[in-house]
């Protein structure tokens, strides 16, 4: 009688083993929510000492790491995937010179928009005007940020602590 379970339990073990494998080359597991920045970090060769500013909605991830001077900056962004799927998937990031000038606003097209700066700019509020309503996104004017936008969010406008616009320099990438 045991010799009659052995076949089946290795049947049953094979078959565990393929689904897993199907899973992996699918590539539908994507990093969880509590472990982006872990991933970015270990992907990306960030220092752990390094500080972050981070915004996540249910569509993009977007981190920006700086060192405490300021002097440097990476960033990480991070996309879910529709259908079956779980998690967010490294999109793109590294080095960009207008993080640490200005505002870049990465834009992907079926998800949304991350605006990300050390902020030399002062930015104090960020006002997004869609469909004749106005959301008003305070930001601390010496502190670097992060902010994700839905893809449907209108006009963006960005206030230093003077009132003057800061110039946003958008990256459209597709998606």
């Given amino acids: 009688m045991k010799a009659e379970k052995i076949p089946v339990l290795i049947g049953m073990v094979l078959i565990v083993l393929l689904a897993f494998l199907i899973i992996w080359k699918a590539?539908?597991?994507?990093?969880?929510e509590s472990r982006l920045e872990q991933d970015a970090r270990e992907n990306q060769g960030i220092e752990s000492d390094w500080e972050v500013a981070r915004?996540?909605?249910?569509?993009?991830?977007?981190?920006?790491?700086?060192?405490?001077d300021r002097d440097e900056c990476a960033y990480s962004i991070y996309l879910s995937r529709e259908g079956l799927s779980y998690g967010y998937f490294f999109r793109q990031g590294g080095n960009?010179?207008?993080m640490t000038e200005g505002v870049r606003g990465v834009v992907f097209e079926d998800k949304g928009i991350a605006l990300m700066s050390l902020n030399e700019d002062g930015?104090?509020?960020?006002?997004?005007?869609?469909?004749?309503?106005?959301?008003?996104?305070?930001?601390?004017?010496?502190?670097?940020?992060?902010?994700?936008?839905p893809v449907d969010c209108g006009?963006?406008?960005m206030y230093d602590a003077q009132d003057n616009i800061v110039t946003l320099y958008d990256k459209y990438t597709g998606a």
Avoid: H, K
């Fill in 27 to 32: 590539d539908i597991l994507g990093v969880s």
């Fill in 55 to 68: 915004d996540i909605n249910e569509d993009i991830c977007a981190m920006l790491f700086y060192d405490e």
């Fill in 96 to 98: 960009d010179p207008y």
């Fill in 123 to 149: 930015v104090s509020r960020i006002v997004v005007e869609s469909a004749g309503s106005e959301r008003v996104i305070q930001v601390d004017p010496g502190e670097p940020f992060t902010v994700v936008l």
């Fill in 155 to 157: 006009a963006i406008t």
